[in-house]
C-alpha cells in the first residue's frame, strides 16, 4: 500500500518511521511519503492560511497550495518518483483522500478494514479552522474520498488522527502483524458475532503480588478458555459501552451469552432488542 500525507508540519509525522508502521516500510509493505505543503506556496512566507470570508475567529487553509500540492501528489503512478508525474490516474491505482476532520464521519474498525484493502491512501491533516471547502468538492468530484473524525474531540489538526489511522491501517495490512489470526479477536472486529470488546489478558508469572492469573487460562481446556473469554467480553462490553449491547443482534449470541446478559441486567425488550432497567457500577 502506497499513502500520502500533505501537511504544514512533516515532522509531525516521525513516529511513522519507528514500530510497526517504521517495520512494514522498511520490509517494502508500506510506501510512506510525507509532503510539506509549503512546497506549493510561491510568496516570500510561504504563506497557507488566509481570514475566513464571513467573518469569525482562526484561519482558514488557502485553496491554492492544497490545489497544487494534490494534484502533483495524485498525478504521481505508483512506483514513481514525482518528477515522473503522470496527470491522469485510472483504474486499480486510483487513490483514496481521506480528510481528517471533526466533523466527518466516524472512523471505526469496520472503516480501518476497509481503507486497509486499498493501494493508495492520501491523507490531508489540516490545522487552523480547516479547508477551504472548495478543495474537498474539487476533489471528492475527481477522487474517492472521505472526511474522518477520530472522536468527538477537537484537536488542534489532523495529524494526530493520520498517525492514528495509518497505524489501525497498516496493523490490518497481511504480513504486518507477524500472526495472521492476531485481529480475530480484537475490540470491534466485524463478523458474525456482536462486536465486544476484548476482554483481560494475562502473561506469566501465574502469581505477581499474591495476585493469581485465573484458574481457567492455566487449565489447558480450550473450549473453557473461550467461553470464559467471551464472557469477559461481555461483561466489559457492559460496564463501558452499554450501547454495544443495546445495537447487538440477539439472533448472533447463544444461550450462555444470555445468560451472562441477564446475570448482568439485561433482559430483550418487545421489539427483539437488549435493554436493562438500572445501570452497572464501576468494581
Ligand atoms: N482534526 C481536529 N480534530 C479532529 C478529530 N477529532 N478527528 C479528525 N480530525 C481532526
Not at 24 to 52: C, E, I, M, N, S
Not at 145 to 160: C, I, K, P, R, T
Not at 185 to 214: C, H, I, N, Q
Request: charged fraction near 30%; aromatic fraction near 6%.
Amino acid at each position: 500500500m502506497r499513502i500520502d500525507v500533505v501537511t504544514i508540519f512533516p515532522e509531525y509525522l516521525r513516529p511513522l518511521d519507528v514500530s510497526l508502521v517504521g517495520k512494514a516500510r522498511a520490509r517494502g509493505q508500506l510506501d510512506v511519503r510525507v509532503h510539506d505543503l509549503r512546497r506549493w506556496t510561491h510568496d516570500r512566507h510561504h504563506t497557507v492560511d488566509d481570514t475566513p470570508y464571513g467573518g469569525g475567529p482562526g484561519m482558514v487553509m488557502k485553496p491554492e497550495p492544497w490545489g497544487e500540492a494534490l494534484d502533483e501528489v495524485l498525478g504521481t503512478p505508483a512506483g514513481a518518483e514525482p518528477a515522473d508525474a503522470e496527470p491522469a490516474v485510472t483504474g486499480p491505482e486510483l487513490p483514496t483522500i481521506v480528510v481528517p476532520t471533526p466533523s466527518g464521519r466516524p472512523f471505526t474498525q469496520e472503516l480501518a478494514q476497509r481503507l486497509s484493502t486499498l493501494p493508495w491512501l492520501v491523507f490531508t491533516p489540516a490545522r487552523y479552522e480547516g479547508i477551504d471547502r472548495r478543495v474537498v468538492e474539487e476533489y471528492a468530484a475527481r477522487y474517492p474520498l472521505h472526511e474522518v473524525s477520530v472522536g468527538d474531540y477537537v484537536l488542534a489538526g489532523g495529524e494526530a488522527p493520520v498517525l492514528v489511522m495509518v497505524e489501525a491501517i497498516a496493523r490490518l495490512l497481511p504480513g504486518v502483524l507477524g500472526n495472521a489470526e492476531s485481529h480475530r479477536d480484537d475490540s470491534f472486529a466485524p463478523g458474525p458475532m456482536a462486536a465486544l470488546l476484548e476482554g483481560p489478558v494475562y502473561t506469566k508469572p501465574p502469581r505477581w503480588r499474591d495476585r493469581e492469573v485465573p484458574e481457567v487460562l492455566t487449565s489447558g481446556h480450550h473450549g473453557r478458555v473461550a467461553r470464559w473469554r467471551r464472557d469477559e467480553a461481555l461483561r466489559r462490553t457492559s460496564q463501558h459501552r452499554p450501547e454495544l449491547i443495546e445495537r447487538c443482534d440477539p439472533e448472533s449470541l447463544d444461550r450462555h451469552d444470555l445468560a451472562v446478559l441477564a446475570e448482568l441486567g439485561w433482559c430483550l425488550d418487545r421489539d427483539g432488542r437488549f435493554g436493562r432497567g438500572s445501570v452497572d457500577v464501576e468494581e
